[in-house]
């Protein structure tokens, strides 16, 4: 089906749009991004109840990054609460829960997920200390802390 405008659109269940957008002459590329990850310097790292994890973070030229991200993975074990404490250099951040966590646990036997957390503008660091806590006191397997951000380089590049 074409149309004119998005608006006039009707979609389904199931139906997916692609839309494709003719331009009168080429677009001029102003920039390029290179996103990078840093990799945690502890990996498959075991909480103990009641306990924190810190995982040590460097990231260069944080000045320049842009947009960086926190990914984190863990596991618990089943009955455990969905929630966790994330600190950042001594920040408190808030990490989102998804909508599909008590499917998790009942599908796979526990808990496992991969947060996405938007690190705030201004708080990296080249060495970065982060904090991981659980609310309910119970244990659990940090599997990896990555920061990965945006850096700005000269088109072409």
Known sequence: EEADSVGRLTLGPRDAV??????????????????????????LLPVAAKEAATIA???DDPGKARSPMLRVNF???????YHFSVMLNGTAIE????DAAER???????YSTTKMIPVPDGLLKEENTLSLSFPDGKPAVIGSATIR????VPPGD
Do not use: W
């Open 149 to 152: 951000a945006r850096y700005e």
């Open 95 to 98: 990490a989102p829960l998804e």
């Open 18 to 43: 692609l839309i494709q957008s003719t331009f009168s002459k080429a677009l001029a590329e102003s920039k390029h991004l290179n996103e990078r990850a840093f990799h945690g310097k502890q990996m």
């Open 104 to 110: 998790y646990d009942e599908k796979l036997g526990g």
């Open 57 to 59: 973070i460097s990231v």
């Open 75 to 81: 596991d618990r074990e089943p009955g455990s609460d």
